[in-house]
């Protein structure tokens, strides 16, 4: 079976005011299987939408490339099996939620009012039907989107901040609703900085940064490795000079020790440490790695580098 986006050093360049050449996609490597939920995640100005746009051949690339459901992105018939929902879709808002998906029905040339009350179901709009686009709230537009998404039965959905600006309870039906999609068989690329819900729903990830892939791979992999934090009271001065392993942060005041450990540590030591100095521990907590702590730390430690490659110019 051929992966639903495959890219082999797939580049994007612009020509700079200088009269040079700036890469804001660089030898883009990504890897999606079929079936799965895919996060691309990274800061503003990293290279998502400029890459979601050469998948979708809406941009062409520098040079590399690039295939979808292992037919290259140029070919008009893969198109027919893609649906994309921008950050902000732009509606008629004078029109209703049933005359919206009619209107996209018929640009497939699709006719068939039964499927699109069928999709206004699924996405639970079919009571507001009748009401305009501008009487909808922002989750009422994002759900309009997913099912105007839907009309072409698509076997893969491009998705653009699915749950930015969503209160929580709209947050949780688009969620469950791009977990449904999945359990249907389609593969959903999203592209979001709302890390708290592509930790939730994502199957894998990657993080592009600066147009670079900095890490690729399944969630439970990259989130591998957590921290422990043990938390003390009574301790001498003494022990918490004497704690120093790598990657460790160790904090103390009046008696009272925290000390934030990697789950993979001496864990034992410390304690020893502690108890042989009389003092008393409180709490041992510990902790998954987050998304959001992987997220910064790679972002942080590719920016470092990259200074410090400029700084020995």
């Given at each position: 079976?051929?992966?639903?986006?495959e890219?082999?050093?797939?580049?994007?360049?612009?020509?700079?005011?200088?009269r040079?050449?700036?890469?804001?996609?660089?030898?883009l490597?990504?890897?999606?299987?079929?079936?799965?939920i895919?996060?691309?995640?990274?800061?503003?100005?990293?290279?998502?939408?400029?890459?979601?746009?050469?998948?979708?051949?809406?941009?062409?690339p520098?040079?590399?490339?690039?295939?979808?459901?292992?037919?290259?992105?140029?070919?008009?018939?893969?198109?027919?099996?893609?649906?994309?929902?921008?950050?902000?879709?732009?509606?008629?808002?004078?029109?209703?939620?049933?005359?919206?998906?009619?209107?996209?029905?018929?640009?497939?040339?699709?006719?068939?009012?039964?499927?699109?009350m069928?999709?206004?179901?699924?996405?639970?709009?079919?009571g507001?039907?009748?009401?305009?686009?501008?009487?909808?709230?922002?989750?009422?537009?994002?759900?309009?989107?997913?099912?105007?998404?839907?009309?072409?039965?698509?076997?893969?959905?491009?998705?653009?901040?699915?749950?930015?600006?969503?209160?929580?309870?709209?947050?949780?039906?688009?969620?469950?609703?791009?977990?449904?999609?999945?359990?249907?068989?389609?593969?959903?690329f999203?592209?979001?900085?709302?890390?708290s819900?592509?930790?939730?729903?994502?199957d894998?990830?990657?993080?592009?940064?600066?147009?670079?892939?900095?890490?690729?791979?399944?969630?439970?992999?990259?989130?591998?490795?957590?921290?422990?934090?043990?938390?003390?009271?009574?301790?001498?001065?003494?022990?918490?000079?004497?704690?120093?392993?790598?990657?460790?942060?160790?904090?103390?005041?009046?008696?009272?020790?925290?000390?934030?450990?990697?789950?993979?540590?001496?864990?034992?030591?410390?304690?020893?440490?502690?108890?042989?100095?009389?003092?008393?521990i409180?709490?041992?907590?510990?902790?998954?790695?987050?998304l959001?702590d992987?997220?910064?730390?790679?972002?942080?430690?590719?920016?470092?580098?990259?200074?410090?490659?400029?700084?020995?110019?």
């Open positions: 079976m051929p992966a639903a986006i890219t082999n050093k797939l580049t994007k360049s612009y020509k700079t005011k200088n040079g050449t700036t890469n804001v996609v660089n030898n490597d990504l890897h999606v299987e079929e079936g799965e895919f996060g691309f995640l990274g800061p503003n100005g990293a290279g998502k939408t400029t890459t979601i746009k050469m998948l979708l051949n809406v941009i062409t520098t040079s590399g490339e690039a295939q979808i459901l292992g037919k290259d992105v140029d070919d008009i018939e893969v198109h027919r099996l893609l649906s994309y929902l921008p950050e902000k879709p732009y509606y008629y808002e004078h029109m209703t939620g049933m005359e919206i998906l009619k209107f996209y029905a018929s640009l497939f040339g699709i006719n068939d009012n039964e499927k699109c069928r999709l206004l179901e699924k996405v639970n709009l079919a507001d039907m009748n009401k305009t686009i501008n009487q909808y709230s922002k989750g009422m537009q994002q759900r309009i989107g997913l099912a105007q998404s839907l009309l072409n039965d698509p076997k893969l959905l491009f998705l653009d901040e699915p749950t930015g600006g969503l209160d929580p309870i709209a947050h949780i039906e688009i969620r469950d609703l791009i977990l449904q999609f999945r359990d249907e068989g389609k593969t959903v999203i592209s979001s900085h709302e890390l819900d592509v930790e939730r729903i994502c894998r990830v990657a993080i592009i940064n600066k147009g670079t892939i900095e890490k690729q791979g399944k969630l439970e992999d990259l989130l591998a490795g957590g921290r422990v934090e043990i938390t003390a009271d009574g301790v001498p001065q003494n022990v918490s000079d004497s704690i120093k392993l790598t990657d460790t942060i160790v904090s103390f005041k009046d008696g009272r020790i925290i000390v934030d450990m990697p789950d993979s540590a001496d864990t034992n030591s410390v304690i020893d440490s502690i108890r042989t100095g009389k003092g008393t409180s709490s041992i907590i510990p902790r998954r790695k987050r959001e992987l997220f910064i730390e790679t972002v942080r430690d590719a920016n470092q580098v990259i200074k410090d490659k400029e700084d020995a110019k």
